[in-house]
Structures are given as C-alpha cells and as structure tokens.
C-alpha cells in the first residue's frame, strides 16, 4: 500500500474513531480530515471539488428539504400536530407511544431523519412533563422510529439516498422494491412498545387544560402544502416525464418556491430561514465525501472491492453483509460508512460480473445492496452515537434537562435493533428467492 493510500486510510479511521468517541463535534472532525488529505498531497483541491460534485445530488437534496422543513415550520402546523398527541391519547400511555410512532413515521417517509427529529424533539419533553412522564423513552422512541421509517421512501434517510441512487432506483422503482422492508422495521418496532416502555405503556394520565398553539399565515401554509404535493407528484412520476426531473432537482425547485412564498407573504425573511438550516450537517457530508474520494483516488476502495468481489453472489453474502454493516453502524455514524461501501459493493459487483462498466448493476444484486441500506440504516439505531439524528435527540434531550447516557440508550436501542435485524433477515431471504425465479 502507498503512502497516499496509509495517509487516506488513517485519516479516514481517525476521523470515524474521534466522531465514536465523541472527542469533538462530528462536523469538525471530518472538515479537518478533509484538509489533512488536502495539505498532505493525498488530494488535490480540483479532486476534492469533483469528489463532492459527484456526490452533489445528496446534498442539493437535503438542502432543498431543509428550506421547505423551515418555512412549514413558520407556519406553526408542526407544533400543531404534535399537540395534537395528548388529545388523542385519551389518557392512555399506549396510545400515546403508538401516537409517536405513527406521526414520525408519516413525517419521516417524506423528510430527512435528523430533521424530524429536530421538529418533534423539543415538543415532546414539555408534553410529557405535564402528565409527569419520563421524556427520555419518547425521545428514544422517536429516534429509533425516525431512523427505520427512513427506509420507506429514497428520501426519507442520507443512508437510503446514497445507496438507493447508486444502485439507479427511481423514486417510484425504490417504493416498489424497498419500502416494504421499512414498512416492516416500523411494524416491529410498535410490537417492542409493551416490552421495552412498560412504564408509559401502562401510565394513565388526566390530560391538562393546555391553550392550543395556532397556525400562522393560512395562506402561506396552503401554499407551501401546494408545493409540497407537487413535489410528492413529482417524486413519483418526475423520471417518467419527456425531461426526467430527478428527486435532487425536485427538493432545489421546493425549495426555490418555498422561498419565494415566505418572503411575499412575509412570514419569515429568507436570510432568517437560510441562517436556521443545519449548515453543519451539509458541511459534514461535503467533507465526508471529501475523504472517501481520498480512499478512491489512491486505489484502497479498488483493493477493498477485489476482496469483496470473491463473496459477492455467494450464498451468505447478503447476512454476512447486514449484520457486519449494523455492528459497524452501532459503533460508528451510519452515512460515512454507508457512503464509503457504496461504490465499493458496486466496483465488487462490476468485478464478478453483476454491473456494467456504467455503474449500472444486475437485478439479481438488489438483495447485496438492500441489505447495505437495512444494515447501515437499522444498525444505527443500538447506540447513542449510530446515526446523525441520534445525535440530534440527545442534545434536545441535553437542553431540555433529561440528559441522555450511553447506556440509558443501550437498554432501548440493543433489543430494537436484534429483533429489526431477525425481521431484516427474513425480508431479505424472501427478496432473494422473489428475485431469483
């Protein structure tokens, strides 16, 4: 191995091993292991710049979704709906849990993971502390909700996007294929709801006399749910027009509107609704992506997909890879990892004889790359530091003075992840034989 290929490569791990650590903020620590490769040789800046231009439609994606979450989000309607739990639970701390876990779902199929659980978060521990309630297993619930409905749509999760699009599935195509294995993991996870949150599941609570939050600006709002179902309409059918509209360019035209809307009605200016996006967040995939283009450019995702090629279309290649994938994904941030394994599984592909020199992969891999997305996706759900919206709830949790530990997490986040991992298994041994006849 060369030195480019060490210095790419130590780089890379440091970077994953400082984010798992929690040695200083994830953003940082990829931005500074961008700017290694960079001083280092290992990368030149043109380089760095075409590693982030080929990765442009997850980014522009989550950007045009993070600027139509904040103009709704002006709105009030967010806030509305989450009051709306306590109403409907009549009392009852099962349909209270069941209540999260359908609204996030509904959410989340249509809206990055870390974002709604940035919207819902800060709603749920002032809820739960009027009925006296512990606020940390409905955070935690939350998350873990937020991460497996992910799975439903191609946009509802970074993780899904970056697999989901090298593979070449359309919007529709991913629905078709994919969803129902999120569908599954959702199902799963509301029949864990007795075992793992007995103490809200059997809590019965007087409801408070609460002054209902309002909307602001009907018209704005009825606006922006305009674009936000035409931008459904077009998620699904975008690809299929004269001039494919592809899901990237749909949340950039969302967004465009969104913008125009908020600032004609006055609801928010736009420079306030630009400086509230997750900047870091965008930033952090950026440099990601810088540092995967270093593993690229020296050869070490080449060599890792030669090794990988020998097990690809063998019998145990899809559970080798879901469950090493989920342990991977407990210990480190999902989307890095996926987004490194990702061109590595299509290069294996190519290299046994699966993909075309385009990238394009046979039919009979949609198992292999199926089970990245459950693995990486499902996986991130164990522990505290798995996924980005994990993150995004323990520091709600942190603000809202219901601190989140390690192991406090652990108890929810293991036995969620065991039984999401069997249902996995099973959906994807029933994928493979539909796939082969």
């Given at each position: 191995?060369?030195?480019?290929?060490?210095?790419?490569?130590?780089?890379?791990?440091?970077?994953?091993?400082?984010?798992?650590?929690?040695?200083?903020?994830?953003?940082?620590?990829?931005?500074?292991?961008?700017?290694?490769?960079?001083?280092?040789?290992?990368?030149?800046?043109?380089?760095?710049?075409?590693?982030?231009?080929?990765?442009?439609?997850?980014?522009?994606?989550?950007?045009?979704?993070?600027?139509?979450?904040?103009?709704?989000?002006?709105?009030?309607?967010?806030?509305?709906?989450?009051?709306?739990?306590l109403p409907l639970s009549r009392g009852k701390g099962s349909r209270l849990l069941i209540g999260v876990v359908m609204l996030t779902t509904v959410i989340c199929a249509w809206l990055p993971n870390a974002t709604t659980v940035l919207l819902i978060g800060p709603l749920l521990p002032p809820l739960a502390q009027e009925v006296k309630l512990?606020?940390?297993?409905?955070?935690?619930?939350?998350?873990?909700?937020?991460?497996?409905?992910?799975?439903?749509?191609?946009?509802?999760?970074?993780?899904?996007?970056?697999?989901?699009?090298?593979?070449?599935?359309?919007?529709?195509?991913?629905?078709?294929?994919?969803?129902?294995?999120?569908?599954?993991?959702?199902?799963?996870?509301?029949?864990?709801?007795?075992?793992?949150?007995?103490?809200?599941?059997?809590?019965?609570?007087?409801?408070p006399q609460q002054v209902p939050p309002r909307l602001h600006h009907r018209r704005a709002l009825g606006l922006l749910l305009t674009v936000v179902a035409v931008m459904l309409a077009l998620f699904l059918g975008g690809e299929l027009l004269p001039v494919p509209i592809t899901p990237d360019a749909v949340a950039l035209a969302g967004a465009?509107?969104?913008?125009?809307?908020?600032?004609?009605?006055?609801?928010?200016?736009?420079?306030?609704?630009?400086?509230?996006?997750?900047?870091?967040?965008?930033?952090?995939?950026?440099?990601?992506?810088?540092?995967?283009?270093?593993?690229?450019?020296?050869?070490?995702?080449?060599?890792?997909?030669?090794?990988?090629?020998?097990?690809?279309?063998?019998?145990?290649?899809?559970?080798?890879?879901?469950?090493?994938?989920?342990?991977?994904?407990?210990?480190?941030?999902?989307?890095?990892?996926?987004?490194?394994?990702?061109?590595?599984?299509?290069?294996?592909?190519?290299?046994?004889?699966?993909?075309?020199?385009?990238?394009?992969?046979?039919?009979?891999?949609?198992?292999?790359?199926?089970?990245?997305?459950?693995?990486?996706?499902?996986?991130?759900?164990?522990?505290?530091?798995?996924?980005?919206?994990?993150?995004?709830?323990?520091?709600?949790?942190?603000?809202?003075?219901?601190?989140?530990?390690?192991?406090?997490?652990?108890?929810?986040?293991?036995?969620?992840?065991?039984?999401?991992?069997?249902?996995?298994?099973?959906?994807?041994?029933?994928?493979?034989?539909?796939?082969?006849?």
């Amino acid at each position: 191995m060369s030195l480019d290929a060490l210095l790419a490569v130590a780089t890379f791990v440091a970077v994953l091993l400082a984010t798992a650590a929690g040695v200083t903020h994830l953003t940082a620590a990829a931005l500074l292991g961008a700017v290694l490769l960079l001083a280092t040789g290992v990368l030149t800046m043109p380089e760095a710049v075409q590693s982030v231009a080929l990765s442009q439609g997850t980014l522009t994606l989550l950007f045009g979704m993070m600027v139509l979450v904040r103009a709704l989000e002006a709105t009030g309607v967010f806030a509305v709906v989450a009051h709306r739990l306590l109403p409907l639970s009549r009392g009852k701390g099962s349909r209270l849990l069941i209540g999260v876990v359908m609204l996030t779902t509904v959410i989340c199929a249509w809206l990055p993971n870390a974002t709604t659980v940035l919207l819902i978060g800060p709603l749920l521990p002032p809820l739960a502390q009027e009925v006296k309630l512990d606020p940390r297993p409905l955070l935690i619930l939350l998350v873990l909700t937020a991460n497996s409905a992910g799975l439903l749509t191609l946009i509802g999760d970074p993780a899904t996007y970056i697999v989901g699009t090298g593979l070449g599935l359309s919007f529709g195509a991913y629905i078709r294929q994919i969803s129902s294995a999120g569908l599954l993991g959702v199902l799963v996870l509301l029949a864990t709801l007795p075992w793992l949150y007995p103490a809200i599941w059997k809590a019965r609570f007087t409801l408070p006399q609460q002054v209902p939050p309002r909307l602001h600006h009907r018209r704005a709002l009825g606006l922006l749910l305009t674009v936000v179902a035409v931008m459904l309409a077009l998620f699904l059918g975008g690809e299929l027009l004269p001039v494919p509209i592809t899901p990237d360019a749909v949340a950039l035209a969302g967004a465009a509107a969104s913008l125009v809307i908020v600032h004609q009605s006055g609801l928010i200016s736009v420079d306030r609704l630009l400086s509230q996006i997750d900047w870091s967040t965008l930033i952090y995939f950026m440099a990601v992506f810088v540092l995967i283009g270093g593993l690229q450019r020296t050869g070490v995702l080449a060599d890792v997909a030669e090794a990988l090629a020998s097990q690809v279309g063998t019998a145990g290649a899809v559970p080798l890879l879901l469950v090493s994938t989920a342990l991977l994904s407990a210990v480190v941030p999902n989307i890095p990892l996926v987004a490194a394994l990702t061109p590595i599984l299509i290069e294996a592909s190519r290299q046994a004889g699966l993909a075309g020199t385009d990238g394009t992969v046979a039919a009979g891999t949609l198992p292999l790359f199926a089970a990245l997305m459950l693995g990486g996706t499902l996986g991130g759900n164990a522990t505290l530091i798995g996924a980005s919206a994990n993150l995004v709830g323990a520091g709600i949790a942190r603000q809202q003075g219901s601190p989140l530990s390690f192991g406090y997490w652990l108890r929810f986040g293991v036995p969620t992840l065991v039984v999401q991992l069997g249902a996995a298994a099973l959906w994807l041994a029933a994928c493979a034989a539909f796939t082969n006849r």
